[in-house]
T-cell receptor
Framework: AQSVTQLGSHVSVSEGALVLLRCNYS??????LFWYVQYPNQGLQLLLK??????LVKGINGFEAEFKKSETSFHLTKPSAHMSDAAEYFC????????????FGKGTRLHILP | GAVVSQHPSRVICKSGTSVKIECRSL??????MFWYRQFPKQSLMLMAT?????????EQGVEKDKFLINHASLTLSTLTVTSAHPEDSSFYIC???????????FGPGTRLTVL
């Protein structure tokens, strides 16, 4: 069975500071990993995904994540936070088979302080 | 990325009535559609997976007779909440994928409020 653990339900950073959102996964097979962002009352937008190619994945809006198999981690980072980054972020895992279901973490609310 | 729409975006209904939510893939043919529900300040919980032309596969604990899912075409899936009750109030999100792409495309969600 697969699972995802997001450390910290709320993270606050100052505008311009580094953003680090933590995600650890559990999977019995090589995983596909995703980060999604959700703004209030909206659906999910894919930020980036890891699909067994390069371990450092670059996504939209300046975000990137690094797959570390030894640490079973897939932390999301952004060098400089912007006010518009305030949202809910979900880490997710799937087995990578086509049409496979995705298992979501509980989410981390990112707050940007002026 | 591909576009998925949901209709309606918000619905308020009385307890005991049924509500239908549509999920459409606008620019691609979705071989599989997924239905999730999300309670306030919580994560998405997968309810069911549906493949076009076949019966949906429900996750454990999801009542198939209460949450009817139809995936009659490659661009449309519907979720019908039958005899809705206040505890069914939630944010329902669908996603769609095609077997050639390892990605799900999410709809904007439907806010259901049962009075």
């Amino acid at each position: 069975a697969q699972s995802v653990t997001q450390l910290g339900s709320h993270v606050s950073v100052s505008e311009g500071a580094l953003v680090l959102l933590r995600c650890n996964y559990s999977s019995s097979v090589p995983p596909y990993l995703f980060w999604y962002v959700q703004y209030p009352n909206q659906g999910l937008q894919l930020l980036l995904k890891y699909t067994s190619a390069a371990t450092l994945v670059k996504g939209i809006n300046g975000f990137e994540a690094e797959f570390k198999k030894s640490e079973t981690s897939f932390h999301l980072t952004k060098p400089s936070a912007h006010m518009s980054d305030a949202a809910e972020y979900f880490c997710a895992v799937s087995e990578g088979n086509r049409d496979d279901k995705i298992i979501f973490g509980k989410g981390t609310r990112l707050h940007i302080l002026p | 990325g591909a576009v998925v729409s949901q209709h309606p975006s918000r619905v308020i209904c009385k307890s005991g009535t049924s509500v239908k939510i549509e999920c459409r893939s606008l620019d691609f043919q979705a071989t599989t559609m997924f239905w999730y529900r999300q309670f306030p300040k919580q994560s998405l919980m997968l309810m069911a997976t549906s493949n076009e032309g076949s019966k949906a596969t429900y996750e454990q604990g999801v009542e198939k007779d209460k949450f009817l899912i139809n995936h009659a075409s490659l661009t449309l899936s519907t979720l019908t909440v039958t005899s809705a009750h206040p505890e069914d109030s939630s944010f329902y999100i669908c996603s769609a994928s095609h077997w050639t792409v390892n990605e799900q495309f999410f709809g904007p969600g439907t806010r259901l409020t049962v009075l």
